[in-house]
């Protein structure tokens, strides 16, 4: 199944809704596609709903830590949500918590920034 | 005991396929899905360093992993005839990585060793690497 | 060209393990559903073959398959070595059976060729048995 | 997933509907039960619903053939209805649907049956 992402621009902000599975393949393309959106629209915080992930590892962590290190030049914000267990796991394992925001639902995410 | 073993070539997409083969292999003992699922990560972060790492994304190369289980464990093995590791105890820390430019986050024997019973790493320069997983259950 | 190769042991709950593994090996080929279930049913009577037939369900023996596939067909080879069949020409006739009483119902090969675009079956008394089957993509 | 059956009685005949995997592991045991059950309450027809059944190969004919085998002493039937595509293809080579009855709906089935 790889990865499937739909994504959405609302107010500087891109929200990337995640299904199918985050390893060193599916993140390839997805890379390069994120960061020639996040030019194109002047992004400065990422949304990312978990929800329909089913699968992430290091790899995929690789990807979020990349993104924040783009965004906190522009002090933008990454903020994560819906995780199901599997991937919070991995999540609370690398500290990504630590530079990222958690939040539990979208809705959540949207207040948070503002964007709602 | 049962046993499996296979061997692919080092191709990102076939992560994905050694990550289901294993997980099939496995369905059989009924295992709770946290279980499955580390199992799941531990193949992926293993072959995915024999594939940008030990064969520097050169695909013409094969990995090797083997999975067997009995009534008390499962035993995993990732095989790679690659360049091999220097100083394995640097590899091993948080956040080390050779690959800093390509994004990766140096997280992979981290992540490996939190969700097996036992890690082992034995590896050569110029003769590969084998990582050891030992799950009970 | 994409490869790969499984080794397994002659158990029954692994013909399922091997029809995922070789389903999960395909996805990136982005193949029909109906292309993908007939490989699926070539793997799982060839390798319930070398089990009841080839090694007599001693579940102490090893299986071998291969695939590979490249930009015209896919490559699919399952290898035993059991006890091989003495006359081939027979075995593959619709109905035919050399195991009656446990129900079988001697329509592997049947299903096997039709499901195929090319299949081979080389096989050696004593000495095992291969079956070598070609899908054109 | 393997294969999960649900078994009902009614009137002399048994409904079968199989969810999952028909090969010869999951027939193994499957066959045991059915044939227990036939015994114990005196079964003439078989009705097998396969709306379910991602997968099958000659191991679950042979089954099938088994059951006619035993059912046709007793002039009793074997009604298969709700296949799919994949499930359809092997049924129709096999020439099952010689010694079979095969319905689209398992309505159809208990109508044909007179068990509605
Ligand atoms: N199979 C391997 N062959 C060669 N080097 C490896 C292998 N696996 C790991 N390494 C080395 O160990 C380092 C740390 O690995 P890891 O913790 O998985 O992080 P990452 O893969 O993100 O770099 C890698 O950067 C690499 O230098
Ligand atoms: N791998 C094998 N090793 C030995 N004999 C085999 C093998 N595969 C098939 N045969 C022989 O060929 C016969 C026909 O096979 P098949 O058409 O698959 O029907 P079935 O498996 O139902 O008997 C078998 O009964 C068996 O005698």
């Known amino acids: ?41 002047s992004i400065k915080n990422l949304i990312f709903n978990m929800k329909d992930l089913s699968f992430i590892d290091s790899s995929g962590i690789g990807l979020l830590i990349g993104r924040y290190n783009q965004v906190k030049t522009k002090d933008g914000e990454i903020v994560i949500c819906e995780l199901n267990n599997n991937v919070e796991r991995v999540v ?10 958690i939040k539990d639902t979208e809705r959540d995410a949207k207040w948070y920034l503002g964007v709602a | 005991m049962n046993k499996m073993e296979v061997f692919f070539s080092s191709r990102t997409e076939n992560i994905i396929f050694i990550r289901a083969a294993v997980v099939s292999f496995l369905l059989n003992l009924d ?36 999975c ?20 394995v105890k ?3 820390r948080p956040m080390f990585t050779t690959k800093k430019n390509e994004e ?25 690497t084998t990582i050891k997983c030992i799950k009970k259950i």
Chains 1, 4 share one sequence.
């Open chain 2, 90 to 92: 640097q590899a091993k």
């Open chain 1, 92 to 101: 609370m394992l690398s500290g990504l918590y630590k530079i990222c925001v």
């Open chain 2, 31 to 66: 295992l709770e899905v946290a279980i499955l699922n580390e199992i799941k990560t531990v193949v992926s972060e293993a072959v995915t360093n024999s594939i940008v790492h030990g064969y520097e994304s050169d695909p013409l190369n094969v990995i090797n992993v083997k």
């Open chain 2, 104 to 128: 990766r986050s140096g997280l992979g024997f981290t992540i490996m060793e939190a969700f097996s019973d036992e890690l082992l790493v034995e590896s050569i320069v110029g003769e590969g």
């Open chain 1, 1 to 41: 199944m790889a990865l499937n992402v739909h994504l959405v621009v609302k107010k500087g902000s891109l929200f990337i809704k995640l299904v199918g599975e985050m390893d060193q393949h599916t993140t390839e393309n997805f890379k390069l596609r994120l960061i020639e959106l996040m030019d194109k629209y």
């Open chain 2, 68 to 87: 067997s289980y009995d009534k008390e464990e499962i035993m995993l093995e990732v095989i790679d005839q690659g360049i091999g590791i220097n100083d």
